[in-house]
């Protein structure tokens, strides 16, 4: 039995793996400045958030239709399944989508019947969030957001992403009164790149249910103080901080720390195609570093599930399998 966890922070256009970007390239008539997956394969080295993105937007635009965005979601929850995900929380871009003329509706439900088929199948509950790009103006985040609400679009919450440095949370804060105000949830990236501060702007302005990633932190005792008080959740993506710089080694990784101090973490993948693995993957690396016990390993488990948008009964059932499989361990 793997140990079952929920997916908080993974972004569905971050699990687009070569072999998909190429297939959907040659399906949709996508010309890409690619001519083979290891040609493709050699520009993923990173050496900040931004250097990503760029990479990240540039593939994205081989997702054209709605069955596009059902197959990739379908593939992912297939990978998560095999990982040890039982509810996922999926991020999309649609300023990405929309922007390239696609429509809101159809990558919506795309999304939606891959997530449908996935509840069948494995079981794997889910939510969907809404994320908008930090990159881009307030006031475009706030048209999406009032269509959004005016389509009746079947979204369960919103997030904010992309590049952070030089775009501090305070920019969103209207986006995100709105939001609440029509009973969206609430999470944004903060504290991955950015200083302490964004992190207290993401809590006091913009009212978050969750922070995404929040390593950041720890440069703030006082902050600190607060996230552990609050038990506020951070959804902690460790191949994806080595990726990305914000770490230098796994050695390194604050994960051992942040637990100890009685901060809420849970561990994600973030954008597992492009970083190195999926939750397996994030937790054998941690286990090669820290060789985690299994009660810290159910504390991060449970942490995940505590950590959802699920209903009280929905998280009880999931916690269940924790113990179960801490039953298993000390068997
Ligand atoms: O790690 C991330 N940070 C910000 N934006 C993102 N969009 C995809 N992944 C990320
Ligand atoms: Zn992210």
């Known amino acids: 039995m793997k140990l ?34 290891d040609q493709l394969r050699a520009k993923y080295e990173f050496s900040n958030l931004q250097s990503f993105l760029d990479l990240f937007y540039e593939n994205m635009v081989v997702l ?24 996922v929380e999926l ?48 006031a475009e985040a706030m048209d999406l957001m009032k269509l959004l609400v005016a389509e ?25 009164d709105y939001a609440r105000a029509h009973g969206l949830h609430a999470v944004a990236h903060a504290g991955e790149e950015g200083p302490a501060d964004y992190i207290w702007q993401a809590l006091d302005l913009l009212k978050v249910e969750r922070v995404d ?35 230098d080694t796994m050695a390194d990784h ?27 993957a994030n937790f054998a690396s941690l286990m090669e570093s820290f060789n985690f016990s299994t009660e810290q390993l159910a504390t991060l488990a449970s942490n995940s599930f505590e950590s959802t948008f699920l209903d009280e009964a929905s998280k009880q059932e999931l916690l269940a399998e924790v113990q179960a499989w801490v039953q298993q361990q000390n068997r």
């Open 213 to 247: 990633h929040g390593i950041r932190c720890l440069d703030d005792p006082a902050l600190v103080q607060r996230l552990v008080e609050e038990q506020m959740p951070l959804t902690v993506c460790p191949l994806s901080n080595i990726r990305l710089r914000a770490v």
């Open 64 to 87: 054209r239709t709605a069955e596009d965005f059902r197959e990739i979601t379908l593939a992912y929850l297939q990978r998560a399944h095999d990982s040890g995900v039982r509810h």
């Open 4 to 37: 079952p966890v929920a997916e908080l922070h993974i972004h569905l256009e971050g699990t687009l793996e070569p072999e998909m970007i190429m297939e959907l390239a040659a399906k949709n008539g996508v010309e890409l400045p690619y001519a083979s997956v």
């Open 254 to 280: 604050p994960l051992p720390q942040m637990l100890e101090k009685g901060l809420k973490v849970s561990v994600h993948s973030d954008d597992p195609a492009y970083f190195g693995g999926y939750m397996d």
């Open 152 to 176: 009746k679009h079947d979204i369960d919450g919103i997030g904010l992403d992309s590049s952070e440095l030089g775009f501090p949370p305070e920019l969103f804060q209207e986006v995100f």
């Open 91 to 138: 991020f999309f871009d649609p300023q990405a989508h929309i922007q390239r003329g696609l429509g809101l509706g159809d990558v919506i439900a795309g999304i939606r019947a891959g997530l449908n088929v996935g509840l069948e199948r494995w079981g794997i509950s889910h939510k969907l969030i809404a994320c908008f790009w930090r990159h881009a103006r307030a």
